[in-house]
């Protein structure tokens, strides 16, 4: 079976809310031309509740998954293999109706949250092929493993089976809260997770993941540079291929400076706009983000570059934007600031000092040396060292009494 598979459409995104439409309409139609069975990993819209307009411009777009002649296509299944679950921005509490639930009712997608759903292709020499959608809902990091745990997916037989789910994954961001691939049940083809606006695929343990990444940019981050793009699984040999779709181009690029004036800083971020945008004339304004950093000549102050130049000049040519990270600082100005900071721990220290004091009152380690203690517990390993010295203590003064 060829499986067209999209996420994060976030279709209503504010600031880019036509591409958001635009790319999703594009994604969405490319991938339910090129498969048999289409798959939607969550957060099809950006908030919960929606404008009228947003539901209605996502009800265009899927109205053409009921267009498609997929019994032509030899599925079988009666239901619409349009298959989608909700993520975490168009979640809403148990018991009220989300706007992923809206286009089940209005007939134009099969929810697969919290269930399992089996679409059947009938090949020209009667061969029957089978592939499970086991959805997981988009949920709180700290609910996820319960979920899991409840749900209790297990592989179907005889099916090429995909775990599609929406939440962080530890392999790919490991800074944050999340769920690690080896957490997730195993025994399937393939673990397919929106939430993550980068495209990806890593295997692991036996486990094929596989991000689409968002069709619409957000964030901006450097990482976000790819193309967007829908992808098509091919079921018999395994293999993955993105497909870009036509979406508006995004340049990021970080300056750093060293003792500069604000001439120098203003001519580098024109150079360097030039050059982000000389490459293909695009009828898409592309979006550019530059970052500006490091240090600015003694006595200049960052407040004082004035961009709204800049932004005048580029207005017909990209969507821009400017972070001024630049640091002011002298070293007369850095060594004050540790000094107010210093200053500041100190109190913050004696603050701490009374806390602690109070707080082991009605204990045993009561009337304790606080400072001691303190100390001590700069480093977690000297937990132990700390207790069986608050017992040689402990034991030394019941012998004097
Ligand atoms: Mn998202």
């Known amino acids: 079976m060829k499986i067209g598979i999209l996420s994060d459409t976030h279709i209503g995104y504010p600031r880019f809310y036509e591409d958001s439409i ?15 069975l289409v798959l939607v990993a969550g957060d099809i819209f950006d908030t919960k509740t929606p404008k009228f307009e947003i539901i209605a411009s996502a009800m265009e777009i899927f109205a053409y998954g009921k267009k498609v002649n997929w019994k032509g296509k030899g599925i079988i299944t009666e239901r619409l293999p349009v298959v989608a679950i909700h993520g975490t921005h168009d979640r809403r509490s148990k018991g009220m109706v989300n706007p992923v639930e809206l286009l089940e009712r209005a007939g134009l997608i099969t929810n697969a949250s919290d269930k399992v759903v089996v679409f059947e292709k009938k090949s020209e020499d009667g061969s029957i092929e089978k592939v499970a959608i086991h959805g997981v809902g988009g949920t709180t990091e700290d609910s996820i493993r319960e979920t899991l745990g409840k749900l209790d997916f297990k592989p179907i037989a005889g099916a090429y089976n995909i775990l ?23 025994g399937f083809d393939l673990y397919l997770c929106g939430h993550i606006h980068k495209r990806i695929v890593i295997e692991k343990n036996g486990k094929k993941l596989l991000i689409p990444g968002s069709t619409v940019i957000t964030q901006l981050k450097k990482e976000e540079e790819e ?5 098509i699984l091919d079921t018999k040999t395994n293999e993955l291929t993105f497909k870009d779709i036509d979406s508006r181009k995004f340049c990021y690029s970080e300056i750093e400076f060293k003792d500069a004036d604000l001439n120098e800083v203003i001519d580098a971020i024109k150079r360097k706009i030039d050059e982000l945008i000389k490459n293909g004339e695009s009828i898409n304004q592309p979006i550019v983000r530059i970052v500006v950093t490091g240090t ?7 407040e004082n570059l004035s961009l709204q130049d800049i932004y005048k000049e580029y207005e017909e040519s990209c969507i821009l934007q400017i972070d001024n990270e630049l640091g002011e600082q002298g070293l007369k100005e850095k060594l004050e600031s540790l000094r107010k900071m ?13 806390s602690i004091k109070k707080r ?6 009561n009337g304790l040396d606080v400072e001691f203690l ?17 017992a040689k203590r402990k034991a030394a003064e019941s012998e004097k009494g």
Do not use: W
């Open 22 to 36: 635009r790319q999703a309409d594009e994604a969405f139609k490319k991938a339910c031309d090129e498969s048999d």
């Open 164 to 186: 599609m789910l929406h939440q962080t994954i530890k392999e790919v961001i490991p800074m944050a809260e999340g769920i690690s691939l080896e957490e997730l049940p195993s």
């Open 227 to 231: 193309p967007r793009a829908y992808v």
């Open 296 to 302: 600015l000549k003694q006595g200049v102050k960052r």
């Open 342 to 354: 210093y200053e500041q721990k100190l109190s913050v220290r004696e603050i701490g000092v009374q």
């Open 360 to 365: 082991l009152e009605n204990t045993e380690a």
């Open 374 to 390: 303190m100390a001590a517990l700069q480093d977690d390993e000297n937990i132990d060292h700390v207790l069986s010295e608050l």
